[in-house]
Nanobody, 129 residues
Framework: QVQLVESGGGLVQAGGSLRLSCAAS????????LGWFRQAPGKELEFVSAILRSGTSTYYADSVKDRFTITISIDNAKSTLYLQMNTLNPGDTAVYYC????????????????????WGQGTQVTVSS
């Protein structure tokens, strides 16, 4: 069972930055890919970004490309996922969820929430205008 614990959310003014973290409880080699999704009030869950466990390939939603950066850090064979968010705007306000899949997936499917078996509890990001 993979447990994911997010941190780093909060309140920030428009134009500001935040960095989200997600600590995975399992060994890195038990994970194929990790991703970030978000859900704004009254809206559906939305793909934000994904990364392969090797860190060699990253994927972004068009709405965050060039503003957000996803990275992965490995320490003692365990992974921590990060999402650096810059130039935030009120449209980025949402609960952000970390997700992981232990199964190989084609990269084209990593934007789909249904491809991930493991989810964190979410962290709130609020951007004020």
């Amino acid at each position: 069972q993979v447990q994911l614990v997010e941190s780093g959310g909060g309140l920030v003014q428009a134009g500001g930055s935040l960095r989200l973290s997600c600590a995975a409880s399992t060994r890195t080699d038990a994970i194929w890919a990790l991703g970030w999704f978000r859900q704004a009030p009254g809206k559906e869950l939305e793909f934000v970004s994904a990364i392969l466990r090797s860190g060699t390939s990253t994927y972004y939603a068009d709405s965050v490309k060039d503003r957000f950066t996803i990275t992965i850090s490995i320490d003692n064979a365990k992974s921590t996922l990060y999402l650096q968010m810059n130039t935030l705007n009120p449209g980025d306000t949402a609960v952000y969820y970390c997700a992981a899949t232990s199964v190989w997936r084609p990269s084209t499917l990593l934007q789909s929430a249904g491809q991930y078996e493991h989810w964190g509890q979410g962290t709130q990001v609020t951007v004020s205008s």
